[in-house]
C-alpha cells in the first residue's frame, strides 16, 4: 500500500510516472545525437557544456534549423523535468529528516530548490543561445559567460547532494548499505572528470540519472522499523 505506516517514503515512489513521462517527451524530439562534439554523447549535454563562442558554433553550425528547434523543444520539455525531479529531491530530503527527527536533515531540503534554480537559468540561457545563434552573428556571445556557473552548479550540487545523503543511507541495513555506495559514484565520476574531461564527462552525467533510480528504490524499500541515526 502506497500510505502503509511502516513504509512512510512509499509515496514519493509514484514520482516515477511524471518522471518517465517526462523522459519520454523529451526522447520523443529526434535529435542527430551523432553529431554532438566530441566527447559528448547528447546534443543538449554538449550544448550545456559550452564555454566559448566557438564552442556555440561548433556545435550548433552542424545543425539545420530544424535540429536546433528541436534542442529549444526538449529544453521546454525539461521545465517540467526539472520541477518535477527537484520536488521529488527536496521531498525525499525533507521527509527523511522528518522521519529521524533530524531537523538539520529537513533544512537540507532547499538543496532541491537552489539546483532547481540553476537548471532553469541554465535553460533560459541555452534558449537565448539558440535563438542568437539563428538570428546569425555573435547576439549570444554575452551568455556564454553565465552558461557554465549555472551548469556546473546544477551538475555539481546533485553530485553532493548524493554523495550526502549516502552517509546517511549507509548507516541502514544491507541493502541501503549498497544503494549508498552507489550514490558516491557521482561525486567520484565528477572528480574524474575534473582530471580527465573528455574521459570521464559522459560517465558523471549518466551517473546522476542512477542516482535518482536509487532514492527511488529506497523510497518504494525503506521501512520505518529500521533505527535510523543521521
Keep these: 500500500m502506497i500510505n502503509n505506516p511502516n513504509y512512510p517514503l512509499r509515496s514519493l515512489g509514484l514520482f516515477i510516472l511524471p518522471l518517465v513521462v517526462c523522459l519520454g517527451l523529451m526522447r520523443s524530439v529526434s535529435l542527430p545525437n551523432e553529431k554532438a562534439l566530441q566527447p559528448y554523447n547528447s546534443l543538449i549535454i554538449a550544448l550545456e557544456f559550452v564555454h566559448s563562442s566557438s564552442d556555440v558554433v561548433n556545435t550548433l553550425e552542424v545543425l539545420d534549423k530544424e535540429e536546433i528547434l528541436g534542442l529549444d523543444k526538449v529544453n521546454y520539455f525539461d521545465f517540467i523535468f526539472m520541477a518535477v525531479y527537484s520536488s521529488f529531491l527536496s521531498l525525499f530530503i525533507y521527509k527523511l529528516g522528518a522521519i529521524s527527527n533530524q531537523p538539520v536533515v529537513k533544512n537540507m531540503a532547499w538543496a532541491g530548490v537552489v539546483i532547481f534554480t540553476s537548471d532553469l537559468l541554465e535553460n533560459f540561457i541555452m534558449l537565448r543561445i539558440t535563438s542568437g545563434y539563428m538570428d546569425g552573428g555573435m547576439s549570444f556571445s554575452p551568455y556564454i559567460n ?35 555506495l552507489i550514490l558516491f559514484l557521482p561525486g567520484i565520476l565528477l572528480a574524474l572528470s575534473i582530471v580527465d574531461y ?33
Design 146 to 180: 553565465f552558461l557554465p556557473l549555472f551548469t556546473w552548479a546544477k551538475w555539481g550540487l546533485l553530485a553532493a547532494v548524493f554523495a550526502w545523503l549516502g552517509t546517511l543511507l549507509i548507516q541502514k541495513g544491507s541493502l541501503s548499505k549498497v544503494l549508498s
Design 198 to 230: 573528455s574521459s570521464w564527462i559522459n560517465r558523471f552525467t549518466t551517473s546522476i540519472f542512477l542516482g535518482f533510480i536509487i532514492l527511488l528504490i529506497f523510497a518504494v524499500c525503506y521501512r520505518k522499523t529500521e533505527q535510523y541515526q543521521a
